[in-house]
């Protein structure tokens, strides 16, 4: 089957301009999750999706950032009011069964977002 | 203090060599280990996971962990040109009822001289 898919790979916006990260995971994986990575840095936790539950968004950095997903399939990842700060590769991966120790993340290929 | 500490490196070996990765972490709790390799440009993927004390062999990747000194290593065997990447190591712990939380470090960029 298929692997974590993301959409666009790229994206240039206007400092103050909304956007919009899609992330398809892979087909029956439960947990999807979203990660930023600036220039040169490592993985920055943003949210969390488990199945129903509520989903974790301790990583969000402001209220300009917020998601979604639908069941256990396609998750947006939206920024408002984009800022220069914001450019960054957005990672989406996806694992299958999170509450088990040895479940492995599957990221997708990112989005390269730059905010000009 | 970080939760995940690498060396950011960049760690240069000539090829043929062995290639030594270091990582702590600062949880205790924490009970999966991971390493990931990252393409410039690209994703990571995984490439070692382990969980308990020891060493774990995988072709000429070899995972050591340490419980007690909170310390997980990665050693590249026999290194190629291809094996140039940035190398994330990535800690699991719980942190509530039937969840986790995967924190990576920052990675550690290597270089394999021809």
């Known amino acids: 089957g298929a692997g974590v898919s993301q959409s666009p790979s790229n994206k240039v916006t206007e400092k103050g301009k909304d956007v919009e990260l899609r992330c398809d995971p892979i087909s029956g994986h439960t947990a999807l999750y979203w990660y930023r990575q600036r220039l040169g840095q490592g993985l920055e936790f943003l949210i969390y999706f488990q199945g129903n539950s509520a989903p974790d968004k301790s990583g969000l950095p402001s209220d300009r950032f917020s998601a979604e997903r639908t069941g ?45 | 203090q970080k939760e995940v500490e690498q060396n950011s490196g960049p760690l240069s070996v000539p090829e043929g060599a062995i290639a030594s990765l270091n990582c702590t972490y600062s949880d205790r709790g924490s009970q999966s280990f991971f390493w990931y390799r990252q393409y410039s440009g690209k994703s990571p993927e995984l490439i ?25 290593s990665l050693l590249i065997r026999d290194s190629q040109p291809s094996d ?8 699991k712990c719980w942190y509530r009822s039937n969840d986790y939380k995967l924190s990576f470090g920052a990675g550690t960029t290597v270089t394999v001289r021809a």
């Open chain 2, 84 to 91: 140039s990447a940035t190398y994330l190591c990535a800690v």
């Open chain 1, 72 to 116: 256990e399939s396609v998750s947006t990842l939206t920024i408002q009011r984009t800022q220069q700060e914001d450019s960054a590769v957005y990672l989406c991966a996806s694992s299958l069964v999170p509450g088990v120790p040895s479940d492995t993340q599957y990221f997708g290929p990112g989005t390269r977002l730059t905010v000009l």
């Open chain 2, 48 to 72: 070692m996971s382990i969980y308990s004390n020891g060493d774990k062999e995988d072709g000429r990747f070899t995972a050591q962990l340490n419980k007690a000194s909170q310390y997980v």
